[in-house]
């Protein structure tokens, strides 16, 4: 085994899911594979359960993950000491984004990583905002891009970005590009398409139930993405963030309804954990990073209308 299977094995076990971690280590989902069976005809032991479904550690797969974990950490400490008199920093940083942030607030942090510590390699995993802080609390995530939690913890360090309203998006060539009448009216009158969870859905639950307001819903999903891919089918209007509808691929074919003051804006930035832990190499890259968010002139100010 070398240390290249072994960083693929800690993908798979920190993700739980082949295609991702194929992709954070540029192989397919067959080569990935190919080498965990490698790695499991060299150790003797099979780790990880697999099925249709679901991918699980074995218990082995738990041992090995701890040597490994060790193994790369030992490397990465012994490449800090033999670099530390050149002043550079070296290792892989995890960020967690949607795919929102990669085309909005991540750009202008990635530019200043590679200008600043071109040894600092980025993986990134894109998934729902709201599994963003999660990912940090658990270690899947070094870092996340997202809306900072309104209970803030202690745990936690953020950086704000951008603030940005939540509103109601209609697909341009659908039957609801014109809605009449108050917020209340609307979202008891025209199906909703809701995120499954997160601050975005707690601020509409939390506001329909102070309005005694039935709201109808038509469907809840995972992610912004998603929303908006249901609401070009004409399914109904999906509640974003703005910001969404004026980056990337959105910037056309939806019609943008004022959701009101009462779901209020999102503060987005950066979420990481407040304390900085782990090897030389670890905290040398934490240290770059926080270098970075705290001396960057991020438009703190800016208001989307």
Known sequence: ??????????????????????????????????????????????LFDR??????????????TEFAKETLNRRDSMLFELS????????????????????????????????????????????????????????????AVAAIPEERSVAFETVSVRKTPLVFAAAAQGPYTEVQGSPQDIVSSVPLILPLSGLARRRFDKWTRSRNVKPVIAAETGGNEAILAL??????????????????????????????????????GFIRKAQITGTKSVRGIQEAVGTILHTTDWPRQQLDS
């Not at 993700?15 to 965990?36: G, Y």
């Not at 099925?51 to 090995?64: E, I, K, M, P």
Request: hydrophobic fraction near 45%; include cysteine; glycine fraction near 8%.
């Open 1 to 46: 085994m070398d240390f290249y299977e072994l960083e693929a094995f800690i993908a798979v076990a920190r993700t739980l899911h082949f295609a991702r971690a194929a992709s954070e280590v540029n192989l397919s989902p067959s080569a990935l594979s190919r080498v965990i069976g490698r790695l499991e005809d060299e150790t003797g032991a099979i």
């Open 51 to 64: 099925n249709n479904r679901q991918v699980t550690l074995t218990d082995d797969g738990r041992v090995f």
């Open 84 to 143: 530390k008199n050149k002043k550079t920093v070296s290792g892989k940083l995890h960020l967690y984004a949607s795919v929102t942030a990669c085309y909005t607030i991540v750009p202008l942090f990635v530019r200043k990583l590679a200008a600043s510590y071109p040894g600092i390699h980025l993986s990134v995993e894109t998934g729902d905002p709201a599994d963003a802080a999660d990912a940090v609390r658990q270690g899947r995530a070094d870092m």
């Open 231 to 268: 609401v070009q089918l004409g399914l109904g209007i999906g509640l974003v963030p703005r910001i969404v509808l004026e980056n990337g691929p959105y910037t056309q074919g939806f019609v943008i309804h004022a959701a009101g003051n009462a779901l209020g804006y999102y503060d987005i």
